[in-house]
């Protein structure tokens, strides 16, 4: 399997839309993989018949392993197959777990083509529409869906829960306690379709046994005293990897100060009354924000070693929640579009996101990050740097607070916290105050956009 994203290691099947004996051509796509960051197709890069099944739907693989065997048909491919076994126990050796553990985690296939080529070299397709078991006729799986043999869960030998990225996702959706249901995949492994036919915890001999909680808008209450491992894997793992290197390579430092919200929350409702979709208030400080920037120049850089690279245009990604994760959604040319334009492409972008269809390049090179947490409810907080960009704003909720006008009386004002976070390396305190204060008084005074 080819890397489908720039910061792909790992990914997990979900679907083939190819079966053995079928014929592929170049640019079919043959099967649906969850990356780090989305699902995506993998289209093949050569012709031929699918020969063989190596990994099935809810397995995983890193980067450079087989999936699959193209070739002629009724070609032999004892040797390769016999290669694919060697380089499983490779692969297993060097990460120091069986192989189903390892695709637990998010892993990226790859494919083999007859004649001997390891997966990661050019004119390699994947395998076909997978079932549990690894045949070249896709034999049924042993249990029915959601109920694995003796219906109990399977778990690996550290005790963790052997789910699907994908399923552990739609299980977190659903409210449902994954260690109550019963995987049909390979080894017991939990996949999309267990959760999808979840009927709830199967019947215990121990009494009182507790039923899976049922879905809602409230998160679901852990019992007092229980430990639940949860497998990192996919977005999470990806998250962890990329915001460990940036916290500890990058020297912080923020800047906080509160805006006055009145003056921009009156534009913003005259505005959406004549528009034909409320425009949103992300959008706004978006806007803002590149105006900024034109201003403030430096701020709109990043560190490169042995220099600074000052970004010719401004590019501003957006924090959105995933349920499990973020993603980072990127405008792009922020300082040339109207508030009006940018709230088109952030909606089109979040639907994207929402989806799983978001492309590489619409979630990379931003060289200016927001995350507003407002309407989660929190005042205030600081942001980690979204690489490459040099800073990034954190934004809070809009509060209602007493203030003192130039009489001296006491009047109600909405106010609302940022605190922007800088790289030491790039950006001084002095640089990054002057821009937050430009921030300030262009949200609290909109007309200073046209100055």
């Not at 190819?18 to 099967?31: A, F």
């Not at 829960?161 to 109550?180: E, F, H």
């Not at 390049?361 to 929190?378: K, M, P, Q, R």
Request: glycine share 12%; proline share 5%.
């Amino acid at each position: 399997m080819i890397a489908l994203s720039p910061t792909m290691e790992e990914g997990t099947i979900l679907k083939w839309n190819k079966s053995v004996g079928d014929t592929i051509d170049t640019g079919d796509v043959v099967c649906e993989v969850e990356t780090d960051k989305a699902s995506m197709d993998y289209e093949s890069t050569q012709e031929g018949k699918l020969l063989k099944i190596i990994k099935n739907e809810g397995e995983g693989a890193r980067v450079g392993e087989t999936i699959g065997i193209l070739g002629e048909e009724g070609e032999d491919i004892e040797d390769i197959l016999k290669e694919v076994e060697q380089e499983g126990k490779a692969a297993s050796s060097d990460s120091g777990e069986s192989k189903e553990e390892a695709s637990d985690q998010s892993g990226s296939q790859s494919s083999t083509q007859s004649g001997g080529q390891s997966g990661d070299q050019s004119g390699q397709s994947p395998a076909p529409s997978g079932s549990s078991a690894a045949t070249s006729g896709g034999a049924a799986p042993s249990a029915p869906a959601g109920q694995a043999a003796g219906g109990q869960p399977s778990h690996t030998a550290s005790g963790k829960i052997k789910a699907s990225p994908l399923a552990l996702k739609l299980a977190a959706q659903k409210g449902i306690d994954i260690n109550t249901v019963a995987g049909s995949g390979p080894g017991g492994r939990i996949i999309k379709r267990d959760i999808e036919n979840y009927k709830g915890p199967a019947p215990s001999a121990a009494a009182g046994a507790a039923a899976a909680p049922a879905a809602s808008s409230f998160a679901p209450v852990q019992n007092a005293g229980e430990d639940r491992e949860i497998p990192v894997a996919g977005k999470r793992a990806a998250i962890a990897k990329k915001v460990a290197n940036t916290k500890f390579s990058a020297p912080h430092f923020y800047i906080k100060n509160s805006v006055a919200m009145d003056n921009l929350i009156a534009a913003r409702g005259m505005l959406n009354k004549e528009a034909p979709q409320k425009v949103s208030f992300n959008a706004f400080i978006m806007k803002f924000a590149a105006e900024a920037l034109k201003r403030h120049p430096g701020v709109n850089a990043s560190w490169q070693g042995d220099k600074i690279l000052q970004y010719g245009s401004i590019d501003i990604a957006l924090a959105v929640d995933l349920g499990n994760g973020l993603m980072m959604p990127v405008v792009r040319n922020v300082g040339n579009k109207g508030v009006v334009q940018i709230d088109a492409e952030l909606k089109e972008l979040i639907q994207k996101v929402k989806d799983g269809t978001l492309k590489p390049e619409e979630y990379t090179g931003a060289t200016f990050s927001i995350s507003n947490l407002g309407s989660f409810g929190v005042d205030e907080f600081t942001a980690i740097l979204n690489d490459p960009g040099a800073a990034i704003l954190a934004l809070g909720k809009v509060n209602k607070v007493p203030v003192f006008d130039e009489q001296g009386n006491v009047k109600p004002e909405s106010q609302m916290k940022m605190t922007l976070s800088c790289d030491h390396r790039v950006i001084d305190g002095s640089m990054g105050g002057r821009f937050l204060t430009e921030m300030q008084r262009m949200m609290e005074n909109p007309v200073r956009v046209l100055f």
